[in-house]
């Protein structure tokens, strides 16, 4: 069985602000994490319990706009599939699908996608042209903007090291080796890798779930909040950590 998670990050060092708002926008249960490095992290339990990809969406909109700040959503489904979406002051900023070449007008709508500008008469119209697979000015909204990206990241973050995690590559053992040496200086120590072009195209090799959390590193978000939902700890799987979240019993 695959890696499943969704989760989203707000920017923001107000857990208070946040959980109040999560009160007025959603009807389930949620945990909130205390601030780290400005991010507070949100795991609902609507999000997890039906893979309601469309909630947790909404969700983040919502606190965007009314907190008039940014909303990372983060989803990994079977390991394959890797997805974010970018909110600011409630606007959609960017998104990203790593299967999107694949998908088809069915799967976008399980990821809780519509097509854009798609009423019953057009999506009839473009099946007949393209078949059921998704068409590619469509396809390519879904392709993630490494400049938009930018400066959300942590001050020093490189646009090169950015644009790299989003092109898979070939690489050797002996390759593959040195670039995961520099990965675990860059991720303990903080120290930036020699070899710039090898870590970049490293990125871009990982599986999914694993791809996700070198991405959560260069926005500043910490991987163990990264890569978990609301099931982890409703079956006791968060660990230390879990003393710095709370149950937020929303009531809309």
Known sequence: MGTFFANCHVRSDSPDAVAKVLECVTSTRAYVSAAENSWVSVYTESSWSAHNYREINHIARELSCRLSTAVFVFIVDDSIYLLYKLYDRGELLDKYNSQIDQLEYSELDYFGEDVEGGGILKRL?????????VPEAERNRFRGQPDVLLPYCVPGTKLQTVAGWFHPVEMSEEERNRAEAAWERYAIYAEEPGDQ?????????????DRFLVMARLLGIKKDRARIDFLYFEEGLVG???????LVETGK
């Open 240 to 246: 230390d950590d879990a003393d710095n979240f709370r």
């Open 197 to 209: 072009d090898l870590f970049t195209r490293w990125m871009a090799c990982l599986f999914e779930a």
């Open 125 to 133: 119209v473009e099946r007949l042209r393209y078949g059921s697979k």
